[in-house]
DNA sequence: CGTTTTAGATAGTAATACTATTTTAAATAG
DNA sequence: CTATTTAAAATAGTATTACTATCTAAAACG
């Protein structure tokens, strides 16, 4: 088991979280409390209270929840572009690289590779329904503009490098992947809560092999016309 | 020009806007004011001012500002898929009925047809920004219960019908079509704000016919493979 | 024409999202 | 070792938000 923590960008927080016990409680403890309550729900004072501390203590280590769920979210896609470039390694085939990409997004996360203080599993699920509020904002181009989007960009980037290796004349390689990420997350969500928005069905264990299929069609056969 | 109203499910509001002239105000000015504003920072208070009339006055419309949202968007479903139907009326080949559908789709809104006192254009960037915002809650499960998606859903379901069609085999119509609308609204929002996501390029008129070749493109790919 | 109903206004409250100031603790300098 | 600086964290606020309970005025009805 190896123990991860990145580098986030600077602009996320006014004190680095990973640096002391009440940073990592903060980070480890939203995770939890986001999950549970939903980002509307989830406040500083709930969060102080949870973790012995108070309110102005957190708003120390970061700006507002809003650059706080950034920050969790961005950890996230860090993470995944490192797995992501672990498991292609050394594949050399595009095309079987690009399924090696999928089988590792449609997978749920296990506690194997543990990132400093947060439960993966459940950072997973935040990414699900909260992900969309980071962006979808008045602030997005401000925000923008300091970097906070760059993990998941890079992830796009990342796997429209190997679409346009399979085939260099495709006109759409970063439309497509970030609409493949997108119908990741929100096909899950749907299975769960939307059922006639999906074909998935929803189940607690392996609702994943379905959604494998379902995303190698699409993008193989746009892809290859 | 005709004039359109539509019927929406009554859990929406405590009492229909529609028949008075507050509910009329109420309506066509949170659609301005949620553009300008954003959805987080629009608050009753604000739309009470603008209306020249009390924060308390709205809420006997509208149990809270969520609610209205979805009002408006349930509205925007509903009047597209009104016009799908109209569009798509008396063409035969399910192939030309899809294109037809995703022409309609990809257009922009034009004022030749007047939902009464709604700015179609402003409504349709709402959709664009917030729309996710509306089932990406806590309450989704029995917002759902309450029959609050019955219109997306209907448009979802009427395309995937097509799909079918199609290709009768085809096993994810659901999921490739639902796919497809949160990309249509998605990368529209990315070539604007987020354009290494997309690359389809932001043009204030005609952004559409790319977007429309992209659409097209993994759609029928998909369905016929 | 009086009474019920209902629309809308007034005046609150608890919680949220912050800030300014003070206290406490740790680090370094003499 | 103390004395001073620096920084972390707690206390105590404020303006705004998201509501609710109550009241008044006008329309609808018997």
Redesign the interface.
């Known amino acids: 088991m190896t123990i991860l923590t990145f580098k986030l960008n600077e602009n996320l927080f006014l004190k680095d979280p990973q640096n002391t016990e009440l940073g990592q409680n903060i980070i480890s403890k939203s995770v939890e409390m986001i999950e549970s ?2 980002f ?2 989830f406040t500083f004072k709930k969060l102080a209270e949870e973790i012995g501390s108070t309110e102005a203590s957190v708003y120390r280590y970061f700006e507002n929840k809003h650059r706080l769920l950034i920050y969790l979210i961005d950890w996230y896609w860090t993470w995944l572009e490192y797995r992501l470039d672990f498991e292609i390694n050394n594949v050399i085939d595009p095309e079987e690289r690009l399924r090696k990409c999928l089988k590792l997004l449609t997978q749920d996360v296990k506690a194997n590779t543990q990132i400093a203080f947060v439960k993966e599993e459940t950072l997973q699920h935040i990414v699900m ?2 992900f ?2 980071t ?4 602030q ?2 401000s925000d ?1 503009k300091e970097g906070l ?1 760059l993990p ?2 890079a992830v ?2 990342k796997i429209a490098a190997i679409v346009l290796q399979i085939n260099p004349k495709y ?6 992947v ?2 493949a990420l ?2 990741l997350t ?2 899950i ?2 299975a769960q ?2 059922p ?5 069905k929803y189940d607690a264990k392996k609702n994943n092999k379905k959604l494998y ?2 995303l190698e ?2 993008l193989f ?2 892809i ?2």
Do not use: M, W
Request: contains cysteine.
């Open positions: 309550l939903g509307e729900l329904t909260e969309e509020k962006y979808l904002t008045k997005v181009d923008n989007f998941y960009k796009c980037k006109p759409f390689p970063h439309s497509l970030s609409t997108l119908a929100h096909q969500y749907y809560h939307l006639s928005l999906s074909d998935i299929e379902f069609g699409f056969n746009t290859r016309k």
